[in-house]
């Protein structure tokens, strides 16, 4: 990828997209919720449906000339349908963010209700966090994991839902690496005629490929994102019963959005194609061996796992027990100087701040993108487990370096 045509007009930039280029291959994205799209998907994101206005829908636009967005955008559309089971498909969200923006401004008033997961036991911002709008235009409760099982408490939610009445129950996670129960959670919603969305960001990968049981025909709406367990570059999506179809569609555009980023919906429509291939179903089943060898090694190293394991794409470290005066910020830093990239992320019960927390989130996605199998992860966490033990000692951070270049020279990325 040598960017010649951003080259000649600015220098500046292709060195940074190079640099990126460069920085992929050569080091480890394990933070969960990155991955990496195949050449098909990079040439359809850069292509020139970026300069293309198709506000609306297939055959009702608000312009002319959008006969090749249609088509891109069905293709989406009944992919997305195919891989999820889903009756009906919103496939123009910008992110997972606008996906669930969009189910809020379809059922919600401003003050109703949300019952949804506290952000420092693995819910997300825009479940109902203060700094979000969900945070400042709805009443917000928060249910939380067990804080002896990392495990989420059915019970103690069920029992919340009874006392709060919220209007929406939101279900997913950032940062959960447990298999969630949607019966229960749509029970408890139920229970209180509340609605249910299940915001399965992290783990549309998991889902499609058959990983991790489907919230699709359980809960009232699910939404995702585009870009972390699948790899159909960055964007989101919104799925429901064709009861509300029209609630969000109208929501999305013209309630959220403007004009959908065409070329990310022909992204989506690759990345999609990818995933109906029978080859992504062992692609979604590695992620999940991958992380939980990771998990065991990272166990008989004497480090601490948040419940205990897992079973998704993700191992959530809380460092207090096994290293107690290092920070995850102290580790995500001495790692990425090594090349293993992860980010720091609060535990349940966590003592330190948002900011500088006492966890670590590694994902598998993207090693497993690049052919890692369980034998690789296990090497990768000798090397976590050498760093964060010295984090200041550069002879083992040079060593860990080593043995990252050799695992990437092993599982090329890019050319
Ligand atoms: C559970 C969950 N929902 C929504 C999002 C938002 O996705 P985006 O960054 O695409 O807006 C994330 C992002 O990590 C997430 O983890």
Same mark, same amino acid.
């Given at each position: 990828m040598d960017y010649e045509h951003v080259r000649e007009v600015d220098p500046a930039v292709a060195d940074a997209l190079s640099g990126e280029?460069?920085?992929?291959?050569?080091?480890?994205?394990?933070?969960?919720?990155?991955?990496?799209?195949?050449?098909?998907?990079?040439?359809?994101?850069? &292509?020139?449906?970026?300069n293309k206005y198709a506000e609306g829908y297939p055959g009702k636009r608000y312009y002319g000339g959008c006969q090749y967005a249609d088509d891109v955008e069905n293709l989406a559309i009944e992919r997305a349908k195919e891989l999820?089971?889903?009756?009906?498909?919103?496939?123009q969200p910008h992110s997972g963010t606008q996906a669930n923006q969009a189910v809020y401004f379809a059922m919600l008033d401003p003050g109703d209700?949300?019952? &949804?997961?506290?952000?420092?036991?693995?819910?997300?911002? &825009? !479940?109902? !966090?203060?700094?979000?709008? #969900?945070?400042?235009?709805y009443e917000v409760e928060s249910y939380e994991v067990d804080p002896e099982t990392g495990y989420i408490d059915y019970e103690e939610l069920h029992a919340m839902a009874?006392?709060?009445?919220?209007?929406?129950?939101?279900?997913?996670?950032?940062?959960?690496?447990? #298999?969630?129960?949607?019966?229960?959670?749509?029970?408890?919603?139920?229970?209180?005629?509340?609605?249910?969305?299940?915001?399965?960001? !992290?783990?549309?990968?998991?889902?499609?490929?058959?990983?991790?049981?489907?919230?699709?025909?359980?809960?009232?709406? /699910? #939404?995702?994102?585009? !870009?972390?367990?699948?790899?159909?570059? *960055?964007?989101?999506i919104v799925m429901c019963d064709e009861q509300y179809a029209e609630d969000i569609d109208k929501a999305v555009f013209p309630g959220g959005q403007g004009g959908p980023l065409m070329h990310n919906i022909a992204g989506k429509a690759v990345g999609f194609k990818e995933a109906l291939d029978?080859?992504?179903?062992?692609y979604a089943a590695q992620t999940v061996r991958n992380a939980k060898a990771l998990a065991d090694r990272l166990q008989e190293h004497g480090f601490s796992l948040v419940s205990e394991g897992t079973d998704n794409h993700l191992?959530?470290?809380?460092? *207090?027990? &096994?290293?107690?005066?290092?920070?995850?910020?102290?580790a995500e830093e001495a790692l990425e100087e090594t090349g293993i990239v992860l980010n720091a992320n609060t535990v349940p019960g966590e003592t330190r701040s948002a900011f500088n927390p006492s966890g670590i989130r590694i994902g598998t996605p993207a090693l497993t #993108?690049?052919?890692?199998?369980?034998?690789?992860? *296990?090497?990768?966490?000798?090397?976590?487990?050498?760093? /964060?033990?010295?984090?200041?000692?550069?002879?083992?951070?040079?060593?860990?370096?080593?043995? /990252?270049?050799?695992?990437?020279?092993?599982?090329?990325?890019?050319?």
């Open positions: 280029v460069t920085r992929q291959n050569e080091t480890l994205a394990m933070i969960a919720s990155e991955n990496h799209v195949s050449e098909a998907v990079l040439e359809a994101q850069g &292509s020139a449906l970026t999820w089971g889903a009756e009906h498909v919103n496939v209700k949300i019952l &949804s997961m506290e952000l420092s036991h693995g819910g997300h911002l &825009s !479940h109902g !966090h203060p700094a979000n709008f #969900t945070g400042q235009l009874e006392e709060f009445e919220p209007d929406i129950v939101v279900s997913g996670y950032s940062a959960y690496p447990r #298999t969630v129960d949607w019966e229960r959670i749509q029970a408890a919603a139920d229970a209180v005629d509340a609605l249910h969305l299940a915001d399965i960001a !992290h783990i549309t990968g998991l889902v499609a490929g058959g990983a991790h049981p489907s919230p699709v025909g359980i809960a009232d709406f /699910v #939404t995702g994102s585009t !870009h972390k367990t699948i790899r159909a570059g *960055r964007g989101g029978p080859s992504f179903e062992e191992v959530l470290v809380d460092l *207090r027990p &096994s290293h107690p005066d290092t920070t995850g910020g102290d #993108t690049r052919g890692f199998d369980e034998e690789d992860l *296990r090497v990768v966490a000798d090397c976590i487990k050498q760093v /964060v033990d010295a984090p200041e000692d550069e002879d083992v951070k040079a060593e860990a370096e080593a043995t /990252v270049a050799e695992l990437c020279d092993a599982n090329p990325l890019y050319e």
